[in-house]
């Protein structure tokens, strides 16, 4: 079975910088897409940034120009660099990755455990 397990949270100042890291464990499967989620108290989950199988990225509006998805095929991690941390941007943080069929079904697909990340003023 498949395991998502995410790293590199943790506790910031605003304006600092957080790298995440989910490293894909398991049966080898054809990952179409691969994200971020996030989280807060209270709060809808949203999509903070995706990655397909021909590079190209996707980002909410509210982080475009902050953070930066990546893809390293060679060691089967998805990374998300996040720089200009701002307090909203506190969530626990899940990594995502769908299928060819999972779209096709509109399933979310494999889920990680989630990392916290803190951003305070």
């Known amino acids: 079975q498949v395991q998502l397990v995410e790293s590199g949270g943790g506790l910031v100042q605003a304006g600092g910088s957080l790298r995440l890291s989910c490293e894909a464990s398991g049966n080898t499967f054809s990952f179409n897409v691969m994200g971020w989620y996030r989280q807060a108290p209270g709060r809808q989950r949203e999509l903070v940034a995706s990655i397909n199988n021909g590079g190209i990225t996707n980002y909410a509006d509210s982080v475009k120009g902050r953070f930066t998805i990546s893809r390293d095929n060679t060691k089967n991690t998805v990374a998300l660099q996040m720089n200009s941390l701002k307090p909203e941007d506190t969530a626990v943080y899940f990594c995502?990755?769908?299928?060819?069929?999972?779209?096709?079904?509109?399933?979310?697909?494999?889920w990680g455990q989630g990392t916290q990340v803190t951003v305070s003023s």
């Open positions: 995502n990755a769908r299928s060819a069929l999972d779209i096709v079904r509109n399933s979310y697909g494999y």
